[in-house]
């Protein structure tokens, strides 16, 4: 199991940041906890992995002092501290504006590409889906409904799809059971 979770980087919907710890620390607390490296490894990959997405001069700041779009970045940053071949995203987007949200789905496609990751989102904002998304699965009653790329979301038939996609309040998501 160990060496399938070193894969696996995760990006938590809050942030889940200590706060009693600096965004440095929040950063390198996985490489502390797992991994047999000493302080100059640390503070290099810390540094390079924030200076990834854009929080260069943030290190000693602690989260309070941070604002949402930031403490999602430092997030990111902890969820890639270890080098993952897959980053798991909850809500990524979550509780931030439209433009921010943006700015993050960016990151995402950035990260991807700079990293040579596989991103996995779970997140009910459509638009991020399809703006970072090669290929939906969409679950209704923890089963799987449709898998596809955007242009065959887009295009369906299907009215369960179609209601979640357009966010209409009539549908067979929402009738009675």
Request: proline fraction near 5%; charged fraction near 25%; aromatic fraction near 6%.
């Amino acid at each position: 199991m160990d060496a399938a979770r070193r894969k696996i980087g995760f990006c938590f919907q809050g942030s889940a940041l200590l706060n009693s710890l600096s965004v440095f620390e929040n950063v390198a607390l996985p490489l502390r906890e797992h991994e047999q490296v000493g302080e100059d490894e640390v503070k290099r990959r810390v540094d390079e992995k924030l200076a990834l997405v854009g929080l260069s001069d943030a290190g000693q700041k602690l989260p309070a002092e941070i604002s949402g779009g930031m403490k999602k970045r430092v997030g990111l940053a902890r969820a890639i501290i270890r080098n993952p071949e897959i980053i798991l995203y909850d809500e990524p987007t979550a509780g931030l504006d439209p433009v921010m949200g943006t700015a993050i789905n960016d990151l995402i496609l950035d990260m991807q590409k700079k990293l040579g990751v596989t991103s996995v989102l779970v997140t009910h904002d459509m638009s991020s889906t399809f703006r970072v998304s090669n290929r939906i699965a969409m679950l209704v009653k923890g089963r799987i409904i449709k898998l596809g790329t955007p242009a065959e979301f887009r295009a369906t038939d299907d009215p369960y799809v179609k209601q979640f996609i357009y966010g209409e309040s009539e549908g067979p998501l929402t009738r009675p059971a």
